[in-house]
T-cell receptor, first 117, second 112 residues
Framework: SAVISQKPSRDICQRGTSLTIQCQVD?????MFWYRQQPGQSLTLIAT?????????ESGFVIDKFPISRPNLTFSTLTVSNMSPEDSSIYLC??????????????FGPGTRLTVL | KQEVTQIPAALSVPEGENLVLNCSFT??????LQWFRQDPGKGLTSLLL?????REQTSGRLNASLDKSSGRSTLYIAASQPGDSATYLC???????????FGGGTRVLVKP
């Protein structure tokens, strides 16, 4: 498995501002993903974070709203830009660990609970 | 487009009963299926992963079966305990190392 940390664990923000969420993994991973979980809902994939290149976004998510960086194999950031109350969600990063990549088992971070007022 | 459904959405049982959670998916061309546990306001804990070539996986009191042809998986939790109270999510991937499609989850309450 992998130990995944996210910062911040939670935040309350004003509309119109931006928040950057960090995801750090203790081992090298092949793939990193960002998910959103809106209140009372299941998880929806936002994008795949690609090392050294632009992220691959799912339908309904755009780079201007959710810019993502992944400078190396163990770290990624997700920014939620120009926030509105509809962005209030839990944001989770997940990884596929290199040594376990044959199974492609995904492990999740603890999540960042965002509330936008 | 892959769709994943979990029934029931919520389940309440007395302590000691066995739990049966169902997951169905529309596209049988999956790479693997994972079961997760999520406690309120927390992240996901991976419970079991079943490869598409496998029919079941076991870990302690947990057993997950997979019938790929019919698009179904079942998670069994034996002799439930109050600590098993959580939301259980199943998710499938259709290509190697690629994104997961999640079901809506089953919220479980085990009453002491």
């Amino acid at each position: 498995s992998a130990v995944i940390s996210q910062k911040p664990s939670r935040d309350i923000c004003q509309r119109g501002t931006s928040l950057t969420i960090q995801c750090q993994v203790d081992s090298q991973v092949t793939m990193m993903f960002w998910y959103r979980q809106q209140p009372g809902q299941s998880l929806t994939l936002i994008a795949t974070a690609n090392q050294g290149s632009e992220a691959t976004y799912e339908s309904g998510f755009v780079i201007d709203k959710f810019p993502i960086s992944r400078p190396n194999l163990t770290f990624s950031t997700l920014t939620v830009s120009n926030m509105s109350p509809e962005d209030s969600s839990i944001y989770l990063c997940s990884v596929v660990v290199l040594l376990a990549s044959v199974n492609n088992e995904q492990f999740f971070g603890p999540g960042t609970r965002l509330t936008v007022l | 487009k892959q769709e994943v459904t979990q029934i029931p959405a919520a389940l309440s049982v007395p302590e000691g009963e066995n739990l049966v959670l169902n997951c169905s998916f529309t596209d049988s061309a999956i790479y693997n299926l994972q079961w997760f546990r999520q406690d309120p306001g927390k992240g996901l804990t991976s419970l079991l992963l079943i490869q598409s070539s496998q029919r079941e996986q076991t870990s302690g009191r947990l057993n997950a079966s997979l019938d790929k042809s019919s698009g179904r998986s079942t998670l069994y939790i034996a002799a439930s305990q109050p600590g098993d109270s959580a939301t259980y999510l199943c998710a499938v991937s259709t290509t190697a190392g690629n994104k997961l499609t999640f079901g809506g989850g089953t919220r479980v309450l085990v009453k002491p």
